[in-house]
Every structure is written in structure tokens, then in C-alpha cells.
């Protein structure tokens, strides 16, 4: 489980995330990435749709997510708020890939420019 610090929770949060953003796309998802002044943490959002299967297989996925996302938490630079948003086919990757695609979006979030 993500810290509390570590998440986004209020819903203009993410209405700022959405309105300035940088995205990263890959096939089972892409990444919202604003950066922000005062920030000493990075913080995350996941968002997982309806499309995605029923609440089981939804769960399922953020519970996989998190945990990726806790694991390379020193990765993410720490001025920053992230926005994970999964497309439906992620429900069908297993874990390793899925770590190994978390890694490799972590990997571009170097070569985006801040604004």
C-alpha cells in the first residue's frame, strides 16, 4: 500500500494533473506526469475503468500497480504527481511483464522535458 503522502486523493488533484501533463503511452497504459514547485513527495493516481473487467479484476490490477509503484519509488523524480491510466487489455498481462513496462515508462519520464 501506497503511504498516504505518496497518493492523490482529492479530486482537483487530479483535475490539475489532467489540465498540465506530460504523457508517457505504452500498450497497457499511459502515464499523466505534472510537475509541480512545491512538492517534496511524489504522488500517484491510478485509474482503472469500468472496461477493464468487474471490481475483482480491478482491484486486482491497482493492487498490482501499487505494489510496482512502491517497489521503484525512489525512481520517480520527486517533484511530481503522476496519474497511471490503464486501458482494458491490462487485466489479461501478467505481473512481470507489466513490472517490466512500469520500468521501462520510468526509464522515458528522464527524457520528457519540464515545463
Do not use: C, W
Not at 514547485?37 to 511524489?42: A, F, G, T
Not at 486486482?60 to 523524480?77: D, G, Q, S, Y
Request: charged share 30%.
Amino acid at each position: 500500500m501506497l503511504q498516504q503522502k505518496n497518493r492523490l486523493r482529492k479530486q482537483k488533484e487530479f483535475d490539475r494533473v489532467f489540465e498540465k501533463n506530460r504523457r508517457i503511452k505504452s500498450t497497457n497504459f499511459q502515464l499523466l506526469i505534472h510537475y509541480g514547485k512545491n512538492l517534496l513527495e511524489p504522488k500517484f493516481g491510478i485509474i482503472v475503468s469500468s472496461k477493464v473487467g468487474n471490481a475483482v479484476v480491478r482491484n486486482k490490477t491497482k493492487r498490482r500497480l501499487r505494489e510496482i509503484i512502491k517497489a521503484n519509488m525512489n525512481k520517480f523524480p520527486v517533484n511530481a504527481e503522476y496519474i497511471l491510466i490503464t486501458y482494458p487489455q491490462i487485466a489479461k498481462i501478467e505481473f512481470n511483464p507489466l513490472k517490466s513496462e512500469v520500468e521501462k515508462a520510468l526509464e522515458a519520464i528522464k527524457d520528457i522535458p519540464k515545463f
